[in-house]
């Protein structure tokens, strides 16, 4: 599943723009998928044939859209100003490389230098309105020729193992979880399954609200990147997930609140199987369950997640092994999932 991360977190795709993202996940999924389409807000629902027939669909979803930007304004300078696409803290962009419009013109994300700030500008972090891209333009004119407003501006943040069976990338979030699901579409399937890879879920589930409503699932699992805050300044009560201890299960979240049932069932079958993973103590943020849920009749939910470091940045942090266990309770999902009477 490495190289497929590794060609996925490559490809550029922020809301609206999920285009080269979906093209990829397409030829992938092909040999495997007995139907598939491509619906008019940009989603790729993929339906794989199992062994046999459920009551009500399993609708199994993530995201193929990124945190990135839209080019808003370009100055009369040749400076490019941003729009955010998605939750992105300011303070992880300076001096960050990017990648600039459908050309994936090179820029960087900068500011004035330190030593033209003022003592009371540097306590504080700077906002997104007093950064912009710099793309080697001396004017307005020039840089009209080579961008338009509204072009994506991504990061760009190379693929790399480092560590102990680390890597580091941008859009791991959610990447992996479309590494995983067409990993699943490889397998002989116990039930019928469908798969939607959905565009802007960053900026509010805006695919997953049309997924749910065209499938009407009766059970939804949605897989996703969630923060790991295993780190030395963060307290141990307050690390909602930690690398190196598996898969990630959700309690809550602020969309959602998962169902029980689903959940203790999933669970027990992991157990006996030996998949190995932990709750997410946190209930902040939010996926795509929350509206895979109730776009339709009402179904259950399941959230799995992979723990990632540093999320909604250029360099998302991933321990391969944690992927790997997500994989497998995936797959105890799709085949426990057939037997529940919903």
Excluded at 155 to 170: N, W
Excluded at 199 to 209: F, K, L, P, Q
Aim: hydrophobic residues 40%.
């Amino acid at each position: 599943m490495k190289e497929l991360l590794k060609q996925l977190c490559e490809l550029d795709g922020v809301p609206g723009y999920e285009d080269e993202v979906r093209e990829f996940i397409e030829k992938q999924a092909a040999p495997y998928a007995d139907e598939m389409l491509v619906d008019a807000v940009g989603n790729l629902i993929v339906f794989k044939k199992g062994a046999k027939p459920r009551k009500r669909p399993l609708l199994v979803m993530a995201h193929m859209d990124e945190v990135g930007f839209l080019v808003r304004d370009i100055t009369e300078d040749g400076m490019l100003k941003l729009a955010k696409a998605g939750g992105i803290d300011p303070r992880v962009l300076i001096g960050r490389r990017m990648r600039v419009g459908e050309q994936k013109l090179p820029g960087i994300i900068s500011l004035k230098a330190i030593h033209l700030t003022t003592p009371e500008e540097r306590k504080e972090a700077p906002g997104l309105d007093s950064l912009y891209i710099d793309i080697g333009c001396t004017s307005r004119e020039e840089a009209e020729a080579l961008v338009m407003r509204g072009e994506p501006a991504v990061f760009d943040s190379r693929f790399m193992e480092f560590g102990v069976d680390c890597v580091k990338a941008k859009a791991i979030d959610d990447r992996i979880g479309c590494a995983v699901m067409l990993e699943l579409l490889k397998n002989d399937l116990p039930y019928d399954t469908y798969f939607a890879f959905v565009v802007g879920e960053e900026i509010g589930s805006r695919g997953a609200t049309v997924a749910g409503r065209r499938i009407q699932p009766g059970c939804v699992m949605v897989i996703e990147g969630t923060t790991a805050a295993d780190m030395p300044d963060v307290a141990p009560h307050k690390q909602s997930c930690r690398q190196r201890q598996g898969a990630v299960v959700s309690l809550m979240d602020s969309d959602t609140v998962y169902s029980r049932e689903f959940r203790e069932k999933m669970l027990k079958a992991a157990d006996e199987k030996g998949v190995k993973w932990q709750y997410r103590k946190s209930a902040n943020g939010g996926t795509d369950a929350g509206v895979g849920t109730t776009s339709g009749p009402a179904a259950l939910a399941f959230g799995l997640s992979a723990p990632v470091r540093y999320i909604h940045c250029a360099c998302n942090v991933a321990y391969l092994p944690d992927l790997e266990e997500v994989r497998k309770l995936a797959e105890i999902v799709i085949e426990e999932a057939g037997e529940l009477d919903v």
